[in-house]
């Protein structure tokens, strides 16, 4: 698999780390994955073998060629993310959670850290949660395709910033096989590594080469990169995962071609029986691991497809737990499930703890739980990632700042009440903003996306509040590729004219433009900024003395490939063409 695009050739797509280190680190074993994959492929030394010759089935020639190194890949993070949807359900299930958590060790945080996120006058505070999908093989992991070798990868990695309002969400996938600096990290020996060569992001999590692997490494290394607190960190293994699949009564997916035996395990080579079809379905267990796992047969067999239908099933997920209903008779086997496999860092190690976790994220809406991947690019030296400079920076400015990333201001605090306070200085009426006309029933049949032209924050969001008022499928989608728009400009594609000129008639002064698109794009501009009396943006007149400037708005290569928990489960789950 060495060609492949998301895997290092000289390395490996899973091969753990061998930083340097005060102390020694485990190298990779001699022969082991690699040499049991071969002799699987071969149907060597396994119970059954030849029965794929003999019309054994897709049963046969998993047991004649069960994946050794292209393990199971699984988006185990998920079962964290369930973790704030379990609050408020009972003392049953805190006594469950509370005998399964375990939690690793506090002194292998750095010391040298980014600043905690100061709270408003609320107490409104955002809240960082770094969510890590472990691979191990030690427990019973290798039976669910994790492998004979020690050690364990993080597959899968995601920052979600809970926003201080706690009505927002975004969560940032980071490929794995991303190249990036790793700092020192702490050693099962209790030595610490030197740190600063730079290496795959998912080597910090082998660092050490346990089987529990290194969760505070790679807080550590996210830390580093972002320049982000990390609140909380939770891991989860197979066993979480497929359990808590199976909890849930399965997962609804959606493929845009079928998925064979060959595909998942190319060493088998040939097409082999059907796995998955194409279209709509519900998996769990074995069928879902398949699923967040992979990679080939599939647009250009990279990670940045997988990533996309991790974050998928991750929405797909939520949602299935939420229609289900909160009561402790759906959350007690799901709960039990997840926290069986469950790491967390030590201000988590408690139910108590989780609860209170849980608490703070109950109201945000499933439209306003997003997912992004950072911003990437493939190398031209090899076959890995570089995370794009000043785009990802700007992405951590923006967490650092609480703006969404469609540029709304999501700090919590609220504004003073007319006549509150003392010496406060009377603030002008806001300009009237027009009435929106009483939207028809054809309306609901228009889509709309609405992007923001200007710096000023939120005005994306504002826009299609207007466009939902009037009853049209209005979608914010974040900044326009230029932020000098002085007039709201609506692009609409062939046949769309007619129901551009009726969504004209909610921005006053709106310029209509044909596009190239097949649908109709808003793209608000600086009168209606005035319009609805959004103020100056940071750093120009009439910004606040001591304020720190709002960050830079973010490319459109991010804000257009953003996910929201609540989009068709069929869009937007892969990447690239082939396979």
Same mark, same amino acid.
């Given at each position: 698999?060495?060609?492949?695009?998301?895997?290092?050739?000289?390395?490996?797509?899973?091969?753990?780390?061998?930083?340097?280190?005060?102390?020694?680190?485990?190298?990779?074993?001699?022969?082991?994955?690699?040499?049991?994959?071969?002799?699987?492929?071969?149907?060597?030394?396994?119970?059954?073998?030849?029965?794929?010759?003999?019309?054994?089935?897709?049963?046969?020639?998993?047991?004649?060629?069960?994946?050794?190194?292209?393990?199971?890949?699984?988006?185990?993070?998920?079962?964290?993310?369930?973790?704030?949807?379990?609050?408020?359900?009972?003392?049953?299930?805190?006594?469950?959670?509370?005998?399964?958590?375990?939690?690793?060790?506090?002194?292998?945080?750095?010391?040298?850290?980014?600043?905690?996120?100061?709270?408003?006058?609320?107490?409104?505070?955002?809240?960082?949660?770094?969510?890590?999908?472990?691979?191990?093989?030690?427990?019973?992991?290798?039976?669910?395709?994790?492998?004979?070798?020690?050690?364990?990868?993080?597959?899968?990695?995601? +920052? +979600?910033?809970?926003?201080?309002?706690?009505?927002?969400?975004?969560?940032?996938?980071?490929?794995?096989?991303?190249?990036?600096?790793?700092?020192?990290?702490?050693?099962?020996?209790?030595?610490?590594?030197?740190?600063?060569?730079?290496?795959?992001?998912?080597?910090?999590?082998?660092?050490? $080469?346990?089987?529990?692997?290194?969760?505070?490494? *790679?807080?550590?290394?996210?830390?580093? +990169?972002?320049? !982000?607190?990390?609140?909380?960190? !939770?891991?989860?293994?197979?066993?979480?995962?497929?359990?808590?699949?199976?909890?849930?009564?399965?997962?609804?997916?959606? +493929?845009?071609?079928?998925?064979?035996?060959?595909? !998942?395990?190319?060493?088998?080579?040939?097409?082999?029986?059907?796995?998955?079809?194409?279209?709509?379905?519900?998996?769990?267990?074995?069928?879902?691991?398949?699923?967040?796992?992979?990679?080939?047969?599939?647009?250009?067999g990279s990670d940045i497809g997988r990533m996309k239908r991790q974050q998928a099933f991750m929405s797909s997920l939520i949602s299935k737990i939420k229609k289900d209903g909160l009561s402790p008779t759906n959350l007690l086997p799901l709960a039990d499930a997840a926290t069986k496999s469950l790491t967390v860092d030590p201000g988590l190690n408690s139910a108590d703890k989780l609860l209170s976790f849980g608490l703070s994220m109950k109201n945000i809406d499933m439209h306003d739980l997003k997912f992004v991947t950072a911003p990437w690019r493939y190398r031209t030296q090899d076959s890995n990632i570089d995370l794009i400079q000043p785009d990802a920076g700007k992405l951590w400015e923006t967490l650092k700042a609480d703006q969404t990333i469609d540029g709304q201001n999501a700090t919590g605090q609220q504004p003073d009440a007319a006549g509150s306070g003392?010496?406060?200085?009377?603030?002008?009426?806001?300009?009237?903003?027009?009435?929106?006309?009483?939207?028809?029933?054809?309306?609901?049949?228009?889509?709309?996306?609405?992007?923001?032209?200007?710096?000023?924050?939120?005005?994306?969001?504002?826009?299609?509040?207007?466009?939902?008022?009037?009853?049209?499928?209005?979608?914010?989608? $974040?900044?326009?590729?230029?932020?000098?728009?002085?007039?709201? *400009?609506?692009?609409?594609?062939?046949?769309?004219?007619?129901?551009?000129?009726?969504?004209?008639?909610?921005?006053?002064?709106?310029?209509?433009?044909?596009?190239?698109?097949?649908?109709?794009?808003?793209?608000?501009?600086?009168?209606?900024?005035?319009?609805?009396?959004?103020?100056?943006?940071?750093?120009?007149?009439?910004?606040?003395?001591?304020?720190?400037?709002?960050?830079?708005?973010?490319?459109?290569?991010?804000?257009?490939?953003?996910?929201?928990?609540?989009?068709?489960?069929?869009?937007?789950?892969?990447?690239?063409?082939?396979?």
């Amino acid at each position: 698999m060495s060609g492949r695009r998301g895997e290092s050739p000289a390395r490996g797509a899973d091969a753990p780390s061998t930083e340097g280190a005060t102390g020694s680190v485990p190298g990779p074993r001699g022969g082991g994955r690699a040499e049991a994959r071969r002799a699987a492929a071969q149907g060597k030394g396994g119970r059954g073998s030849g029965r794929a010759d003999s019309g054994g089935g897709r049963a046969a020639a998993r047991k004649n060629a069960k994946p050794k190194k292209n393990v199971k890949k699984i988006v185990a993070w998920s079962a964290a993310g369930v973790l704030v949807l379990i609050a408020g359900a009972g003392g049953a299930i805190y006594f469950k959670l509370n005998a399964n958590i375990k939690s690793f060790d506090a002194d292998a945080i750095a010391a040298d850290r980014p600043p905690e996120a100061k709270a408003d006058a609320d107490g409104n505070k955002p809240v960082n949660v770094l969510l890590i999908g472990s691979d191990s093989r030690g427990k019973n992991n290798a039976d669910l395709g994790g492998g004979e070798d020690g050690g364990a990868r993080s597959d899968t990695t995601i +920052l +979600l910033h809970v926003y201080a309002d706690h009505k927002h969400a975004v969560g940032i996938s980071i490929p794995r096989n991303a190249m990036v600096q790793l700092p020192s990290c702490k050693l099962p020996n209790g030595k610490w590594t030197k740190g600063g060569n730079n290496d795959l992001f998912n080597a910090a999590f082998s660092t050490g $080469g346990s089987d529990d692997g290194n969760p505070a490494c *790679t807080q550590n290394t996210v830390e580093k +990169l972002t320049g !982000i607190r990390v609140d909380h960190t !939770i891991v989860v293994d197979f066993n979480g995962f497929a359990a808590m699949t199976k909890a849930v009564n399965g997962v609804d997916i959606c +493929l845009p071609q079928p998925i064979y035996e060959g595909d !998942i395990n190319p060493n088998l080579h040939k097409k082999g029986a059907l796995v998955l079809p194409q279209g709509k379905q519900t998996v769990d267990g074995q069928k879902a691991l398949d699923y967040v796992r992979l990679r080939h047969g599939i647009g250009d067999g990279s990670d940045i497809g997988r990533m996309k239908r991790q974050q998928a099933f991750m929405s797909s997920l939520i949602s299935k737990i939420k229609k289900d209903g909160l009561s402790p008779t759906n959350l007690l086997p799901l709960a039990d499930a997840a926290t069986k496999s469950l790491t967390v860092d030590p201000g988590l190690n408690s139910a108590d703890k989780l609860l209170s976790f849980g608490l703070s994220m109950k109201n945000i809406d499933m439209h306003d739980l997003k997912f992004v991947t950072a911003p990437w690019r493939y190398r031209t030296q090899d076959s890995n990632i570089d995370l794009i400079q000043p785009d990802a920076g700007k992405l951590w400015e923006t967490l650092k700042a609480d703006q969404t990333i469609d540029g709304q201001n999501a700090t919590g605090q609220q504004p003073d009440a007319a006549g509150s306070g003392t010496g406060a200085a009377p603030q002008p009426p806001a300009p009237t903003t027009p009435a929106a006309p009483v939207g028809d029933a054809s309306n609901a049949a228009i889509k709309v996306s609405v992007y923001n032209g200007t710096v000023v924050n939120g005005l994306a969001g504002k826009g299609t509040d207007q466009l939902k008022a009037a009853k049209f499928s209005a979608t914010t989608a $974040g900044q326009a590729a230029s932020t000098k728009y002085k007039t709201t *400009t609506i692009e609409y594609g062939t046949g769309q004219k007619a129901n551009a000129e009726k969504i004209a008639a909610l921005f006053p002064g709106a310029e209509l433009a044909s596009g190239s698109s097949r649908g109709i794009s808003v793209i608000v501009g600086q009168d209606f900024a005035a319009t609805v009396g959004a103020g100056s943006p940071s750093g120009t007149a009439g910004a606040t003395p001591g304020v720190p400037a709002a960050p830079q708005p973010l490319p459109t290569t991010v804000t257009n490939d953003a996910r929201s928990a609540d989009d068709d489960i069929c869009a937007n789950t892969t990447y690239g063409s082939g396979g």
